[in-house]
């Protein structure tokens, strides 16, 4: 898209009056646009990533110069003004065909590298580990290498919307979690956060991958399209506290790290067993995320309860809460699965509308189905 057209797609109020060009030509100057510390990193690395076949975006060129200068553009509406939040990854686009990929920085002695790179050698529709398309090293630093994967999206943006939704996202978690206990890998930090999405399907137009909600230029909101009737694909990420467990070594470790604090065992000192710590956060997220906060979602208390045990002995294995779950999933109505996520903090009011148009929704869906049949 031209410059031209992609300025008249932006707002009004996209376009500064001449008090605004001077107060943003000088905040410019001032270094308020600039570069943060950790992004440095990336524009040293800008050409080194270029001849692997990577480009970042022209923000991290050692040669950039801010698009706004010398328009009369509001920077919030340039895409070279948005600042990379996570310092250890950075997107990029991959020159062969152009995909958008994640390149995230890691040590090449980790464990992170070791296992990713034999849980991409699998080709399994039960691996849900993130892909990994290459390793290479980073000519800077001996001790650092790329870890190039396909750009994901966080789980739970945009929002789940139907009781269908979470439990097709609990289908692919924990086939995703016995299949890595089954390759003796404990993951050892599931949370919100380690689960992401490949969204393409909901965004066919894209969207920027440092704002989310945006378009890759910026000149407008992005709306997702319904995940319903969609493959989406979910995955487990961050692997940097991952052990891979050779066969007929008992599964124990130390340590008290992990976005999940509320693990009881978990130490420095005293070994646990890292598949029951996986188990536990997976229970804890099922609980924190969609039972605690949901209407309807009772259906989970017998899978998760078992989970959050505070005795590990006591707690299921992976197998087992997949086997609990092919219990009770068939138990599932269609007509649940299709009905609306209700907060339970929703005012009644609200509660009431929205489950009226959902109940309607409903009808016209078995009116349909009626008249085809």
């Not at 993130?130 to 994901?152: G, K, N, R, T």
């Not at 997949?322 to 009644?348: C, D, I, N």
């Amino acid at each position: 898209m031209s410059v031209q057209e992609t300025h008249n797609r932006l707002p009004r109020y996209a376009f500064l009056d001449s008090h605004g060009v001077e107060r943003v030509a000088r905040l410019t100057r001032q270094g308020v646009y600039g570069h943060s510390p950790s992004e440095f990193l990336w524009q040293e690395r800008y050409r080194c990533l270029k001849d692997y076949g990577y480009v970042l975006r022209r923000r991290y060129d050692p040669q950039w110069q801010p698009s706004w200068i010398g328009t009369n553009l509001d920077p919030d509406y340039c895409e070279d003004s948005i600042v990379l939040r996570n310092w250890q990854v950075i997107d990029a686009r991959r020159t062969e065909d152009n995909e958008l990929v994640a390149i995230k920085e890691i040590r090449r002695d980790s464990q992170e590298q070791y296992i990713v790179q034999f849980l991409s050698t699998i080709k399994n529709s039960a691996n849900h580990a993130v892909p990994v398309y290459a390793i290479l090293p980073d000519p800077l630093d001996p001790h650092l290498a790329f870890m190039v994967m396909p750009f994901l999206r966080p789980c739970n943006d945009p929002d789940f919307t139907t009781i269908g939704e979470v439990v097709e996202f609990i289908d692919q978690i924990i086939e995703g979690l016995v299949f890595l206990h089954r390759h003796r890998i404990a993951h050892r930090d599931i949370a919100f956060a380690n689960i992401m999405m490949d969204a393409k399907p909901l965004y066919p137009d894209g969207y920027h991958p440092a704002s989310l909600d945006r378009s890759e230029d910026l000149s407008y909101e992005v709306t997702p399209l319904p995940r319903a009737g969609r493959s989406i694909r979910y995955y487990y990420v961050d692997f940097g506290l991952s052990i891979r467990f050779p066969e007929g070594m008992p599964p124990y470790a130390v340590g008290d790290v992990g976005r999940d604090t509320e693990v009881p065992e978990l130490s420095t000192e005293t070994p646990y067993d890292a598949f029951k710590v996986d188990i536990y956060a997976m229970g804890n997220l099922l609980r924190k995320k969609f039972e605690q906060p949901y209407n309807s979602m009772e259906f989970l208390l017998r899978l998760f309860e078992p989970m959050t045990r505070r005795n590990p002995e006591l707690r299921p294995t992976a197998d087992e809460v997949r086997v609990e779950w092919q219990y009770t999933r068939p138990e599932l109505s269609e007509s649940l699965l299709r009905w609306r996520l209700g907060p339970k903090s929703e005012p009644a009011i609200g509660r009431m509308f929205n489950d009226s148009v959902a109940a309607a929704r409903e009808g016209v869906f078995r009116l349909k189905k009626l008249v085809g049949t």
